[in-house]
Each structure stands twice: as C-alpha cells, then as structure tokens.
C-alpha cells in the first residue's frame, strides 16, 4: 500500500493512497486463477443527519473522526463492483486498510485461507481457514479461496454502520458480491 505522510488526516482521509499487486509470476497467466484487490475506505460527511441520504454534493470534513460512508475501491454499495469468478477457479482477493478503523471482512458461502499478511506470503502449513478476516488500520491481508460454490455471495465489513450508507435504510457501504459467471 502507498499514501501520504503529510498533513495525514486530511491528505489520507481525502484518498491519497491506493495499493500495488505483486504478481505470482506462475499463477499470473492462468485463466483459473483471479487476483483482486480491494482497498477500504472510510469518509466523513457531515452535512447530512445519521440516518438521512439525500443526493448532493457535500464537502468531506476532517476534523472529527467520525465516519459515515465506508468504501471498498472507492465505491459504496449499490455502486461497488463485483468481484467475478468461475466454478472452479482459484481466487486471490488482497485486502488493504491505510484509514482509521478496522474492518472485519466477511465472505459468504465459502472457507478461504489466509494466504498474506502485510504482503508477504504466509507458509502454506500454517495457513488458517476462516470467513472473516479483521483488516485493521495500517493492515492488508490477502486470502484465497476455490470457487465451488455457484452462487451470488455477499463480501462485506461485519461492523453494521459500516454497510449503511449514514445509516439510511437498506444497504449500503462496504459490501460487495463474489459472481459467478
Ligand atoms: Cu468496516
């Protein structure tokens, strides 16, 4: 992960940071094997009450640290992107935090295993399966999974304000879906 060392609060909460992927240079050309990134982010906007999502355009604010839309590569559901798979494959998702909170990233559906942390490789002996994995502040952790299991999965934070869009009804935020094609 990359971003900036000045004026940090403003400048990282602001979005300038992203994230670089390290190609397995054995797996980076075989059709079957997905390799995705997703960054978290987390904005403050303050001119809307909790609970209200009215269209607009609003300034961010960077003086409390208090957090209303949560982000996963820069978008909130309904407008993340889907993260495509086939029955079959074997998919890699990369998980970044630079911001303030941490993030328990939850997949449906399937069992990965935790295959990096901090981007180094973790030996394949002592892997641990799970379905959720905390990405706290400062932290990527990449996990890899086997497609078995068609379906339509939800990808999502498990901190419920996180998969709201400032707490408006329905659903919103960090949340996503792993698509079989
Ligand atoms: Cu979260």
Redesign the pocket.
């Known amino acids: 992960m990359y971003h900036s060392h000045v004026n940090v609060a403003v400048q990282d909460n602001a979005g300038l940071l992203g994230g670089f992927i390290v190609e397995d240079p054995s797996k980076q050309n075989l059709p079957q094997h997905k390799d995705y990134l997703c960054l978290l982010q987390e904005w403050a906007v303050h001119q809307l009450p909790w609970g209200t999502l009215t269209k607009g355009t609003y300034p961010l604010n960077f003086k409390k640290p208090e957090f209303n839309f949560?982000t996963m590569n820069g978008k909130c559901y309904p407008s993340t992107k889907s993260f495509p798979v086939n029955f079959g494959d074997t998919v890699k998702i990369r998980f970044g935090n630079i911001q303030m909170?941490h993030?328990p990233i939850h997949l449906h559906g399937h069992q990965f295993h935790v295959v990096g942390a901090d981007g180094f490789p973790i030996a394949r002996h002592t892997q641990i399966a799970k379905n959720t994995i905390l990405v706290a502040s400062g932290e990527t952790w990449d996990i890899e999974f086997l497609a078995n299991n068609p379906g339509i999965w939800p990808l999502h934070?498990h901190?419920p304000h996180?998969v709201t869009n400032n707490g408006a009804p329905g659903v919103g935020g960090?949340f996503t879906t792993v698509n079989y094609g």
Request: with cysteine; charged share 0%; aromatic share 14%.
């Open positions: 949560f909170h993030h934070c901190m996180h960090m």
